[in-house]
């Protein structure tokens, strides 16, 4: 009836003679006559006789609904069904956006509860951590651990680093204590100073053997070139002494650096595992937050 009477209203029928209750047809007033006809206001009226006019039913095996409607104008036969359609969808419309109006009012104080919930979740998350000293650290990780990682990989370069010094300082004092050339020392042929000794040990050598091809060796140009390659190999074991010194250094600053990081290593282990143990209520507390948010 509420879709007749729009179409009935949107087409203005009650102004078609055909549709007109004070021309009622000779059933209806002999229906009038006996008293078996029911009073109708206009608009009830005019409705009872688009029903007479219409038939609706549904194509079988399909879900094609049909409209027909009969009337003394074709274009209002036509005009009837497209207007009936149109009121129905349009009715099936504002259903469904009350619907949805009345979930959204149900759920607006829901969500706004829910949302507390999760404010509340998250705030106690963030008050466990500030009264437990649980920083973050990269990748979610609490400060406690990745400072602890970190440490350890420093702590091991450290003692590497330290063992190859102690390992090249041995092999320094091995050729100095022996008596052997220090030639094959990377850190002496790195050296500036030592390559420019190195260069006027051989070419002291170069002069000594030209001259001892016509003069004896207590002569005094090859005694005096002989006394000048004494001083260079001198010079030389020198700054090879200097090498050593500075290797012994490294290795000793690395091996002071090495008991810091451990003493420093201890100290976080101890407050990782505290951090460790304090966790446990952390993700709870984390979790509950994340149920709450999802929810």
Do not use: C
């Not at 047809?25 to 009872?48: C, F, H, Q, Y």
């Not at 406690?144 to 041995?170: C, D, G, N, P, Y």
């Not at 070419?203 to 000048?228: C, F, M, V, W, Y």
């Not at 290795?251 to 976080?268: C, D, F, M, P, Y």
């Amino acid at each position: 009836s509420d879709v007749l009477g729009q179409v009935a209203d949107q087409l203005k029928l009650a102004e078609r003679d055909e549709f007109d209750p004070n021309k009622a047809s000779i059933t209806d007033r002999i229906m009038a006559l006996v008293g078996r006809a029911p009073e109708l206001g206009l608009k009830d009226a005019v409705i009872a006789k688009m029903r007479d006019r219409l038939q609706i039913y549904r194509v079988e095996n399909s879900r094609v609904i049909v409209v027909e409607f009969s009337s003394k104008d074709a274009n209002l036969a036509a005009e009837v069904p497209e207007a009936i359609a149109a009121a129905y969808l349009s009715t099936q419309q504002a259903a469904k956006l009350q619907t949805d109006t009345s979930a959204t009012d149900w759920l607006e104080p829901v969500i706004k509860d829910l949302s507390d919930k999760v404010k509340e979740a998250e705030a106690k998350v963030a008050s466990y951590r500030a009264e437990n000293d649980i920083l973050d650290g990269q990748n979610n990780s609490a400060l406690a651990t990745q400072q602890l990682s970190e440490l350890s990989s420093e702590l091991t370069r450290v003692k590497a680093a330290k063992a190859q010094s102690e390992a090249r300082a041995q092999s320094v004092r091995a050729l100095l204590e022996s008596g052997a050339s220090v030639d094959s020392v990377p850190e002496i042929l790195s050296s500036g100073l030592m390559q420019r000794l190195r260069e006027q040990q051989v070419t002291l050598k170069s002069e000594i053997a030209d001259l001892s091809i016509t003069l004896l060796d207590n002569h005094p140009r090859i005694k005096g070139l002989r006394s000048q390659l004494a001083d260079l190999d001198s010079q030389i074991r020198s700054e090879a002494g200097k090498v050593l010194r500075s290797l012994e250094t490294e290795a000793q600053t690395a091996g002071l650096r090495e008991k810091e990081l451990i003493s420093s290593l201890n100290g976080l282990k101890a407050e990782s595992s505290r951090v460790g143990d304090e966790e446990v209520g952390l993700r709870a507390l984390e979790r509950e937050a994340t149920s709450q948010r999802d929810l």
